[in-house]
């Protein structure tokens, strides 16, 4: 299924302005626009492209927020939304599983985030890149 020109700007428009509020660290600002974009999603939801983006935005401004619960519900359902699958997602869902010490979903995301995009994992702080090599040295 297809949006309308209009419901896709306005999507657009919300995430644009959930993303500037992002970057300024107003995380739950941010989180409100992105919920507005959300709702503009006929239902349901989830065979929209612009669902997969929309819902990784709500999971990695709660990861920003410190909710790991809510961000890997978020992260985990963009992944069944079309083009949803992408290295930033499953980055997202590594640290946020790393961060409630569920440790091997973080070693398979962080994994899965290496086979789709190599340079994803280089741009990991130290704490995760050392869990990354620890655990691939167990295997």
Not at 31 to 38: H, N, T, V
Not at 80 to 99: D, I, K, S
């Amino acid at each position: 299924m297809e949006l309308s020109s209009d419901q896709k700007q306005a999507i657009q428009t919300l995430c644009a302005q959930g993303y500037e509020l992002y970057d300024q660290q107003h995380f739950e600002q941010a989180l409100r626009e992105f919920y507005q974009a959300w709702l503009k999603l006929p239902k349901p939801q989830a065979q929209y492209p612009e669902a997969g983006w929309t819902l990784a935005a709500i999971g990695d401004t709660y990861y920003k927020l410190g909710n790991y619960a809510q961000a890997i519900e978020a992260l985990n359902s963009s992944l069944f939304c079309p083009q949803g699958e992408r290295a930033f997602t499953h980055v997202r869902l590594g640290q946020c599983y790393y961060e409630i010490d569920d440790k091997t979903p973080a070693a398979q995301h962080f994994t899965n985030a290496e086979e789709l995009d190599p340079v994803q994992l280089k741009k990991l702080s130290p704490k995760y890149r050392l869990f990354i090599k620890n655990y691939r040295l167990r295997r």
